[in-house]
């Protein structure tokens, strides 16, 4: 995800191909008001998220390493 809250969830759409996961609660902020439904990183039509666990993992680690 491209902010530093460590509270994300981290997915990809289940079509997209690209490693970089974006936030779910941003995802449904931004589209519940725009209605597109698009992959903020290919741009693909994005319905069906995947959690990324690996990147959670992450930003739960630098959490305990970095407090905000």
């Known amino acids: 995800p491209d ?5 994300v969830e981290p997915v990809r759409g289940a079509k ?5 996961p974006f936030d779910l ?17 290919c741009g693909k039509r994005t319905v069906i998220l995947r959690l990324d666990p690996l990147a ?4 739960y680690a630098a959490d305990k390493l970095m407090p905000i």
């Open 16 to 20: 997209c191909t690209h490693v970089q």
């Open 25 to 41: 609660e941003t995802y449904i902020f931004m589209n519940s008001k725009s209605k597109s439904w698009n992959c903020p990183v």
């Open 56 to 59: 959670k993992e992450i930003c």
């Open 3 to 7: 902010n530093n809250d460590p509270h």
